[in-house]
């Protein structure tokens, strides 16, 4: 209840700003409000090359990625209780520019209705999906009505839904309760890279020399998904004294955790472990892995683009799926086998237990839309759009 009631007062108070602000002309001017920073930073850069407006950054807290101001581009910390002022500007941007470009569910949307000349993009922060969210997430049930209501009000302003590939497509469809013709087939922006050999080899160079215990080696990826019982846990639930026993000598183990468990974990095996939870994009370093270790995150629908082996290290299968629900059956969804344990994990790598045709299958599907140009597609779709009901 009490929740509910703060909700309540910073919708009004972002709903009362809003309004005010949209009495202001409209300006020829592109917003970005950015979380994950990835998708944002390929569009971000695309829009400055091939359309003309001026350009606002609203990073939230938190935000990965970097963005550097200049004439053409303001970068605002969008925060209303560390930054209320500059919290206000970004609103008064919000409700006089004619392109809104997220990344993310960002609930203030619910007190912002934008006009008919206004286009917002949800760029998205995942290529495909395992476990279900928005209205097919199973701890909706549990909400209030007052809070199902704010979710469909917040999914009403995605006027396009960037997708890369039919299959996400559907889902976003499910998730956001969007008619078809919302979704842009456009492909994801940030999968552009993985079809560009000059920037590829550019950060696989960059990334030897940061991690030089990778040289010779065969790296292993470990990306598991973030769990909330790891908030009072933070134990990586991998016998790390076990893989250095059986793989130390030909690999290295790069992990990419969540703050909160990587934070608690002492390193006992620095001729082994590498610690890349703090690089700011997770799709550099796919780039320098021979093989990924996950669970139930979106890393696969982009490392499939690549070829490469995976390992799903389900330990918690049963349990995660009665909480958090998948969009299809997990053990005949994944493009690779699934360890329960260690030992497990390091026969499988060990044996090369592989099947490249059911990754490239699975890439086919996934990655339907995204061809190393969906970043200029997205843009070009976008902006002549808008041209045209300029025009009008």
């Known amino acids: 209840m009490i ?34 920073g990835d998708n944002v930073m390929f569009v971000f850069e695309k829009v ?31 925060d209303m209780f560390r930054r209320p002022l500059t919290f206000l500007r970004g609103i008064y941007h919000l ?9 993310n569910y960002y609930g203030f949307l619910a007190a912002t209705p934008f006009g008919e000349n206004v286009i917002c993009v949800q760029l998205w922060h995942a290529n495909g999906a395992v476990k279900r969210f928005g209205l097919k997430d199973p701890s909706i049930h549990f909400r209030s009505r007052r809070a199902y209501k704010r979710f469909k009000s917040v999914y009403s302003r995605f006027h396009r839904i960037v997708a890369g590939s ?33 920037k590829k080899e550019e950060m696989v160079h960059r990334l030897r020399q940061q991690y030089p215990l990778i040289k010779g080696k065969q790296v292993i990826l470990y990306a598991p998904t973030f769990r909330d019982s790891q908030l009072k846990n933070y134990s990586i639930q991998l016998n790390i004294k076990k893989l250095y026993e ?99 994990l390091i026969h499988l790598l060990k044996h090369h237990s592989f099947d490249p045709a059911v990754i490239q299958k699975f890439s086919k599907e996934w990655n339907e839309y995204n061809d190393g140009h969906a970043s200029e597609k997205l843009v070009l779709a976008i902006y002549n759009q808008e041209e045209k009901s300029a025009g009008n």
């Open 48 to 78: 400055i090359n091939l359309a003309d407006d001026q350009i606002v950054i609203l990073q939230v807290p938190g935000t990965k990625g970097t963005f550097t101001p200049d004439a053409r581009t303001k970068v605002l910390y969008f």
């Open 95 to 103: 409700a006089t520019c004619r392109v809104v470009f997220i990344d």
């Open 166 to 198: 039919e299959k996400m497509a559907k889902i976003f469809q499910q998730a956001f309760d969007v008619n078809d013709d919302v979704i842009l087939r456009t492909g994801v922006p940030r999968t552009d890279l993985f079809f560009d050999d000059e």
């Open 3 to 36: 929740r509910e009631l703060f909700v309540f007062a910073y919708l009004t108070y972002v709903k009362i700003f809003f309004s005010l602000f949209s009495l202001f002309p409209q300006k020829k001017k592109t917003v970005f409000v950015s979380s994950f």
């Open 246 to 344: 059986a793989l130390h000598d030909q690999y290295a183990l790069l992990l990419r955790l969540h703050p909160a468990v990587m934070n608690q974990y002492e390193n006992n095996y620095p001729d082994f472990v590498i610690d890349g939870s703090e690089y700011p994009d997770v799709n550099h370093l796919l780039l320098i892995a021979d093989y990924l270790i996950t669970d139930y995150s979106s890393i696969p629908f982009e490392f499939s683009l690549l070829g490469k082996p995976m390992i799903f290290y389900a330990y918690d299968l049963e349990d995660y799926a009665e909480t958090r629900g998948f969009w299809e059956d997990y053990e005949t969804f994944v493009p690779g086998p699934i360890a329960k344990n260690t030992d497990e």
